[in-house]
């Protein structure tokens, strides 16, 4: 989920085609207190929920379970 994809203020969230399984872009319609949730999240990523970064060690670690 990206924040160019969210319009709070509509409530809506586009998907864009070229990330959805067959292609289609999709508009998903936001529950309010999901609208309120993300509002209070910080935006300094392109990512509403970026992912944490990792050290290589931590990353080698992981690929030896």
Not at 8 to 21: D, M, Q, S
Not at 22 to 41: F, H
Request: aromatic share 6%.
């Amino acid at each position: 989920m990206k924040w160019e994809d969210l319009n709070l203020k509509r409530a809506e969230w586009k998907i864009p085609g070229e990330v959805t399984k067959n292609g289609s872009p999709m508009v998903i319609t936001l529950a309010p207190q999901l609208v309120s949730i993300l509002s209070k999240r910080p935006d300094h990523s392109p990512y509403v929920f970026p992912a944490q970064r990792i050290t290589p060690e931590q990353a080698k670690a992981v690929k030896g379970l």
